[in-house]
């Protein structure tokens, strides 16, 4: 029995560690590798949600696109994300507050919760069938003490033009959410399947008319009026490039002071069975997370099993990016299953997987246009929340390109802070992760003393 079977309670399913996360496959009709030379309108590169956004909007607008990507679309954060499209309420407000104050904060706001709306119109416009639940998004506490802090970010995200509204216990159970969760706030959006929303986002990207090369990294580009992109066996120039490689944007020399690759972990357990289902109740099958330092995710897929993710997030020296398992990661979150859904004790761990997503020390967006000629766009530092804002922004950028200034690509503008040289940054990164974990290993305790006091 391996380490994570008895974490979950010892059944005898042996874990898998899926190196492309637990939604997609190497897509059967790979694009060919860029060879020779390739001209368009725009280059955009890195082919998930980000990129492959922007790239259909460009199209819509009538560009020749480009888009270079190192593996395949959706092998980065999009294809193996936990499919919430949620809004502002997985951010701390009172973090960019504190940054860019309430007016810059609210803008920031609406970048997340018009995210939403605009992800449900593509999926509806596209017609991308991702197994969408638009069954709203809960932010739900496991101990009475968490309530404070969730009620005041709630009051904070209202000021600053967020609608969410608070539910009581009662509620909780009228609904059948299972009972580990005592209360919580609810905003719209809901859960999906990141792996065939991107996918699908590939397919029409490819149907448009976006000339998409595969294993195809970018190695180095010239600035300039035209820039030059190269590749292992080819080139591509064009007046304007997009980067929408997140995570792994430092790697190319690009904003390495600026944002740290993080990484984030998931497990998947076996399909529930009809009875297991019964139990659980959860009807409505809401994405929850929970307001710990380090969040939780819980949700049930269209498949019939239960995603987990996050609780113990990870930094590898220098924001590498190894595609490598993260066992204490998968324990962690097996030890999650096993202690907020005590009916679910058999239930085992079919696989596990992890991605990077990419964050700054202010947890803002990090998007804007650079280089001398200022044809430079770049998107990343959106943390773990990308789905719908990586999506969005797509259309700023294409919006943009195309000479219309949307005001909100202009009210995101701000400094980002510059992140400490390495040693420094791997020892402040390594604290604060532990210090996450410390705080959230205390609220656990007395979660465990609240459940059994309550029999
Ligand atoms: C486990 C996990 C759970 C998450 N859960 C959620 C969630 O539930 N909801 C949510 O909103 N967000 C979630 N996120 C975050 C979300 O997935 C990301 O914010 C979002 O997918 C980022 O999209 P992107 O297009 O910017 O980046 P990516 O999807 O990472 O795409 C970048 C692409 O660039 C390519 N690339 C990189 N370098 C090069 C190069 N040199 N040349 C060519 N191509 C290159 C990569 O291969 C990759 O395909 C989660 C992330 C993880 C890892």
Redesign the pocket.
């Known amino acids: 029995m391996n380490a994570l079977n008895k974490a979950t309670g010892g059944d005898s399913v042996p874990l898998r560690f899926r190196t492309l996360g637990g939604w997609i496959e190497r897509p059967g009709d790979l694009q060919p590798e860029l060879k020779g030379h390739a001209r368009a309108d725009v280059i955009v590169?890195?082919?998930?949600?980000?990129?492959l956004s922007t790239a259909l909007e460009l199209r819509a607008r009538g560009a020749e696109v480009i888009v270079?990507?190192?593996?395949f679309?959706?092998?980065?954060?999009?294809?193996?994300?936990?499919?919430?499209?949620?809004g502002s309420m997985?951010v701390e407000c009172d973090m960019f507050v504190s940054r860019v104050g309430a007016e810059q904060a609210a803008q920031f706001v609406r970048f997340y919760d018009e995210a939403v709306p605009y992800v449900e119109g593509r999926l509806k416009t596209l017609g991308i069938d991702c197994d969408y639940n638009p069954s709203g998004v809960l932010r739900a506490g496991v101990h009475p003490s968490q309530e404070k802090r969730l009620r005041e970010n709630m009051a904070l995200g209202r000021k600053l033009g967020a609608m969410s509204r608070f539910v009581d216990g009662d509620e909780m159970r009228a609904r059948g959410i299972p009972p580990a969760f005592l209360f919580a706030s609810e905003q719209c959006g809901g859960t999906l399947n990141?792996g065939k929303y991107v996918s699908g986002l590939r397919r029409e990207a490819i149907k448009a008319g976006v000339k998409l090369f595969e294993r195809?990294?970018?190695l180095s580009f010239s600035e300039g009026p035209v820039i030059t992109c190269k590749t292992a066996h080819g080139s591509a120039t064009a007046p304007v490039m997009v980067l929408?490689?997140?995570?792994?944007t430092p790697?190319?020399g690009v904003l390495h002071n600026k944002v740290a690759a993080i990484r984030?972990?998931?497990i998947e357990t076996q399909p529930l069975s009809t009875e297991q289902l019964a139990a659980l109740g959860w009807q409505g099958r809401e994405g929850i997370i929970t307001p710990h330092y380090t969040m939780e995710?819980h949700r049930l897929t269209a498949h019939g099993t239960m995603v987990l993710?996050?609780k113990k997030l990870g930094y590898a020296y220098g924001s590498k990016t190894p595609n490598i398992p993260d066992q204490g990661a998968y324990k962690a979150l097996a030890h999650v299953l096993r202690e907020r859904y005590p009916a679910l004790q058999g239930l085992g761990i079919q696989h596990c997987w992890?991605?990077?997503?990419s964050g700054a020390y202010d947890f803002l967006p990090v998007i804007g246009v650079m280089g001398a000629k200022q044809n430079i766009y770049y998107?990343?530092g959106?943390s773990?929340?990308?789905?719908?804002t990586?999506s969005l922004v797509g259309s700023l950028f294409a919006a943009q390109i195309n000479g219309e200034a949307p005001e909100l690509l202009a009210a995101l503008q701000h400094k980002t802070p510059s992140l400490l040289p390495e040693p420094l940054q791997w020892c402040v990164v390594q604290s604060a992760f532990a210090a996450a974990t410390l705080l959230d290993a205390w609220t656990d305790r007395k979660v465990r003393k609240y459940q059994a006091e309550k029999g």
Not at 68 to 71: A, F, M, S, V, Y
Not at 73 to 86: D, I, K, P, Q, T
Not at 384 to 388: D, M, S
């Open positions: 590169v890195g082919a998930g949600f980000a990129g270079l990507e190192q593996e679309a959706g092998f980065g954060a999009s294809g193996r994300n936990a499919g919430y499209l949620l997985g990141p195809t990294p970018l929408a490689t997140n995570a792994y790697q190319l984030v972990s998931a995710s993710t996050v992890s991605g990077y997503v998107t990343t959106c773990g929340h990308g789905l719908g990586q």
